[in-house]
């Protein structure tokens, strides 16, 4: 099982489109990725999950881990997400209300 | 299509790398054997993969040569999992709350969501653990034709600790 994870710049943003399933075995990939791009200084970061097939809760630690690290750096971390068996993890641990959410990378870049 | 009440185990090693195998087999089982729709089906898989990762974590190293094993049973009106390991136990309902969302603390919290996951996702859970392993059994029941909800119940889940 394959986890994809490409980076590509947008209007000041790192956007990092995730692809295939992040669970207990391909969350530390996800991770260590999301720590590359804070150490290479990308403190405001768009994780694109339209690509990702399953996350599980192990997936959530990883983006509430790089929100945090996000934050105290003063940058911030937003999702793209429109799939519902995706959302309805976030919904179930309140997560929506942590996490800033949108439609489209586009939407995520104008705020 | 398995016989009613036939029973499929599978044992993993207890490896991060075979959570999705378990995944596979339990959706696979769940298409075929029983009238869950697709939602369900995904919710199931979450449930599965949840229970798995707590019992490879339960073994407490990366490579303990320990086996997680994973039963399933369905019948006409339900499928039930059970999710079995041999390493150190937990009680569950000594696990912390997370602070409120609204709470700036609730960043701190990056691991304990599997188990209020497995609780909202399925429509019965039970934990059974001791010192010499610990039991998630995971139930979900058939949807009643027409209804979209499940056999007998419109008000959700329930959860039994043994």
């Known amino acids: 099982m394959d986890l994809g994870l490409d980076v590509t710049e947008r209007d000041g943003y790192a956007v990092l489109a995730v692809r295939g399933e992040v669970d207990v075995y391909t969350a530390p990939k996800f991770r260590e990725r999301l720590i590359e791009l804070v150490s290479e200084g990308k403190h405001r970061i768009i994780v694109d999950l339209e690509a990702v097939d399953f996350l599980d809760s192990t997936g959530l630690g990883v983006l509430v881990g790089g929100l945090k690290r996000l934050r105290s750096h003063e940058g911030d971390l937003l999702l793209v997400c429109t799939q519902s068996r995706i959302l309805k993890v976030f919904e179930i641990t309140g997560l929506t209300r942590v996490f800033s959410i949108f439609d489209s990378v586009d939407a995520a870049v104008s705020g | ?162």
């Open chain 2, 1 to 162: 299509m398995i016989d009613l009440g036939e029973v499929v185990e599978l044992q993993i090693p207890a490896r991060a790398e075979f959570v999705a195998l378990a995944r596979l087999v339990v959706s696979a089982l769940a298409i075929s054997d029983t009238t869950l729709g697709d939602e369900r089906v995904d919710d199931l898989k979450i449930a599965v993969s949840e229970a798995c990762t707590n019992a490879i974590e339960a073994y407490g190293s990366a490579d303990s040569g320990e086996g997680v094993v994973v039963r399933c049973r369905a019948d006409d009106r339900r499928l039930e999992v059970v999710v079995e390991d041999r390493g150190r136990g937990f009680d569950p309902a000594q696990l912390s709350g997370h602070p409120p969302v609204t709470d700036p603390d609730r960043l701190k919290f990056e691991r304990g969501l599997g188990i209020p996951l497995i609780r909202a996702l399925v429509d019965e859970v039970e934990f059974s653990s001791t010192r010499e392993g610990t039991a998630v059994r995971l139930v979900m029941r058939n949807t009643s034709p027409g209804t979209g909800w499940p056999d007998g119940n419109e008000t959700g889940g329930r959860e039994t600790r043994a």
